[in-house]
């Protein structure tokens, strides 16, 4: 599928021309820039060959309409669709959309949450819907990644008449983060979900995101693009106190003050240049104001750094990108210089000699390190590419339908476990066999304490495991007085600790999970679904009046596996499934389809 990607910004246009097949291949690129009345410049990459020089464009929409043309001279032709960059998806827009007037609309009406930005993008769609009229027209927005963001990061403690105004944290660079944590999960070679990355995006905007297990949980920019690093011209963090500050002692309105943390401030305003290449090259030669600069811009990004792993509690990687990301080893080892303590620690040599031709991602942490470090160039024309081809790639429904069952709370336990709680060399007693071959619910059952409430006569699953899993859903979570993150059955580490209280006695153990909605299948049934091991599957179950579609659930193909869904009572509630009696296994009800994408 051949995409033509616009990013129009609000003073140049980035054009991009992808192949979408197996791998993507960018095909043209190019960009217009410096408008002024009569001209402007341009970049166009095309067949390994740059060339750059001036348009007669007056303007972005000059540009944009004489587009077919350039693309005909350059003999790319039989584009199927468009792909738009657009800053600000505010809470509608979570994923992908198509352009229709219904969501042009409403994407105008965000238009108070970005007034630079989603103007200049929706000035690109208009065009490109009138110059390219019979191609779809896909919207993918900087903010969508960022939607699965829980309340906690998300929420400013300010008046509820604030909040319901629509002040809240949305987060930038969403295409950005998203590209360099799949693109750093495939140099890892481990499945994104099995990673908790922070991505570090330093350029003339920069953003810090914890992408934990795939989905971003917080990051450093907030309702606008001005909250979190230092930036080229942007402050970053400030007291909210100092608008009072600059007004009462300066005489400065609202509008300056605003004005002048986005346009006045970072390394501007700490050194009269918002280049970093100046600003090092400065501080090399002893300016101080320029070192101060860097060693703020430094500790700030280091600060989010170590935030970000408590956050989700472990780090496995953090992938540097964007122009000084990519380009400044001495900001790396900066940022990086003082985490040892974490388990991340750079090899000096790699960091100096990192070569990013060709989406390469090189690894520079030091041998042994536990922690990955990644240098990896951002693509997010790229990733607009492939967004836009999969929103348009038909869904492939399953023919047929599998069983669901509905675990309420258990545990797994090890062996220190059962003895601990039952006594030494106890065996558990298996009382109700499980579909899954080899699984049963047990006679005995234990009691779960939390600093808030206990949970009574909690199943207990065998057989032993080597470590210790209690699975309780979110609702259990508020009674027990502890987070319990969403994950994937084994996948353990950071998890939080909660009481086990059995006949002879007490356990206080880790592994504290809500546990990830999967469906167990055998390669052969698997093969008959078109599912594949890791492939995340949208499924429709329970009636019509209250079904519901449970995005993201994990295949997990195994050779004896009897194909079911699992889900939780929480799940089980919301789709109005109901649960008869107690226990992991309750009862068989069909998944009405199963939806894949490609
Ligand atoms: P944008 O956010 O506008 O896309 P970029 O990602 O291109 O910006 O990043 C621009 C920043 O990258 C500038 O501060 C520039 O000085 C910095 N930069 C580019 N190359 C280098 C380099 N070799 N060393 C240090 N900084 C660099």
């Given at each position: 599928m051949k995409i033509l990607v616009l990013n129009c910004g609000s003073s140049s246009l980035k054009v991009g021309v992808f192949e979408i097949a197996e791998n993507a291949t960018e095909i043209f690129k190019a960009t217009y820039e410096k408008f002024e009345a009569g001209c402007c410049s341009y970049k166009i990459t095309n067949n390994g060959a740059t060339e750059t020089g001036q348009e007669p464009f007056d303007n972005i929409a000059a540009a944009l309409v004489a587009l077919p043309q350039i693309l005909d001279r350059y003999g790319v032709a039989q584009l199927q669709a468009v792909g738009h960059r657009i800053v600000h998806g505010g809470e509608k827009f979570r994923s992908t959309a198509v352009l229709d007037e219904a969501t042009i609309a409403a994407i105008e009406a965000l238009t108070a949450l970005a007034p630079l930005h989603n103007p200049a993008n929706l000035l690109a769609v208009r065009i490109a819907k009138e110059v390219w009229s019979s191609l779809p027209q896909v919207g993918v927005f900087d903010t969508a990644f960022h939607s699965t963001n829980p309340?906690?990061?998300?929420?400013?403690?300010?008046?509820?008449?604030?909040?319901?105004?629509?002040?809240?944290?949305?987060?930038?660079?969403?295409?950005?983060?998203?590209?360099?944590?799949?693109?750093?999960?495939?140099?890892?070679?481990?499945?994104?979900?099995?990673?908790?990355?922070?991505?570090?995006?330093?350029?003339?905007?920069?953003?810090?995101?914890?992408?934990?297990?795939?989905?971003?949980?917080?990051?450093?920019?907030?309702?606008?693009?001005?909250?979190?690093?230092?930036?080229?011209?942007?402050?970053?963090?400030?007291d909210p106190g100092l608008f009072g500050f600059v007004s009462r002692q300066l005489g400065l309105s609202i509008a300056e003050v605003e004005a002048a943390l986005y346009s006045q401030s970072g390394l501007l305003g700490l050194t009269d240049s918002s280049d970093m290449r100046d600003v090092e090259a400065r501080a090399s030669k002893g300016d101080i104001e320029a070192q101060l600069a860097i060693e703020l811009f430094a500790y700030r990004a280091r600060k989010y750094i170590g935030a970000y792993a408590a956050a989700m509690g472990g780090l496995d990687a953090v992938v540097f990108t964007g122009g000084i990301g990519e380009n400044s080893p001495s900001m790396r080892r900066r940022i990086c210089d003082g985490l040892e303590f974490m388990g991340l620690r750079l090899d000096h040599d790699r960091n100096q000699c990192v070569e990013l031709a060709d989406h390469a991602a090189p690894q520079i942490q030091a041998y042994g390190a536990r922690v990955r470090v990644i240098v990896t160039e951002t693509a997010e024309q790229l990733m607009i590419a492939?967004?836009?081809?999969?929103?348009?790639?038909?869904?492939?429904?399953?023919?047929?339908?599998?069983?669901?069952?509905?675990?309420?709370?258990?545990?797994?336990?090890?062996?220190?476990?059962?003895?601990?709680?039952?006594?030494?060399?106890?065996?558990?007693?298996?009382?109700?066999?499980?579909?899954?071959?080899?699984?049963?619910?047990?006679?005995?059952?234990?009691?779960?304490?939390?600093?808030?409430?206990?949970?009574?006569?909690?199943?207990?699953?065998?057989?032993?495991?080597?470590?210790?899993?209690?699975?309780?859903?979110?609702?259990?979570?508020?009674?027990?007085?502890?987070?319990?993150?969403?994950?994937?059955?084994?996948?353990?580490?950071?998890?939080?600790?909660?009481?086990?209280?059995?006949?002879?006695?007490?356990?206080?153990?880790?592994?504290?999970?809500?546990?990830?909605?999967?469906?167990?299948?055998?390669?052969?049934?698997?093969?008959?679904?078109?599912?594949?091991?890791?492939?995340?599957?949208?499924?429709?179950?329970?009636?019509?009046?209250?079904?519901?579609?449970?995005?993201?659930?994990?295949?997990?193909?195994?050779?004896?596996?009897?194909?079911?869904?699992?889900?939780?009572?929480?799940?089980?509630?919301?789709?109005?499934?109901?649960?008869?009696?107690?226990g992991s296994l309750v009862r068989d009800l069909r998944v009405v389809a199963v939806t894949t994408n490609g």
């Open positions: 309340a906690r990061a998300t929420t400013y403690a300010v008046p509820k008449a604030w909040r319901d105004a629509g002040l809240r944290r949305f987060g930038f660079h969403g295409t950005s983060h998203k590209y360099v944590a799949v693109r750093a999960a495939e140099e890892i070679g481990a499945p994104i979900r099995d990673l908790q990355i922070i991505s570090v995006h330093l350029g003339n905007g920069a953003s810090v995101c914890a992408i934990n297990r795939g989905e971003s949980i917080d990051t450093s920019m907030g309702m606008t693009p001005l909250e979190g690093l230092v930036m080229g011209t942007r402050s970053g963090d400030v492939r967004e836009t081809a999969a929103e348009l790639t038909p869904k492939v429904t399953v023919p047929g339908s599998i069983p669901v069952a509905v675990s309420a709370r258990h545990v797994h336990l090890s062996r220190t476990a059962v003895e601990t709680l039952f006594g030494a060399g106890y065996q558990l007693m298996p009382a109700v066999p499980l579909r899954q071959p080899g699984q049963w619910a047990a006679s005995e059952r234990v009691t779960l304490q939390g600093p808030k409430g206990r949970l009574e006569r909690v199943a207990i699953l065998g057989p032993e495991r080597l470590k210790t899993q209690v699975e309780i859903s979110r609702t259990d979570g508020f009674a027990l007085g502890i987070d319990a993150p969403v994950r994937d059955s084994g996948k353990l580490d950071g998890t939080p600790s909660v009481q086990l209280i059995g006949p002879v006695g007490i356990l206080n153990t880790d592994g504290l999970i809500v546990a990830a909605r999967h469906i167990h299948t055998n390669p052969d049934d698997a093969s008959r679904l078109g599912l594949s091991d890791g492939m995340l599957v949208d499924v429709h179950i329970g009636d019509e009046e209250r079904g519901l579609i449970f995005g993201k659930t994990i295949i997990r193909v195994s050779a004896n596996a009897v194909t079911e869904m699992h889900i939780d009572t929480d799940e089980a509630n919301a789709a109005d499934i109901r649960v008869s009696g107690e």
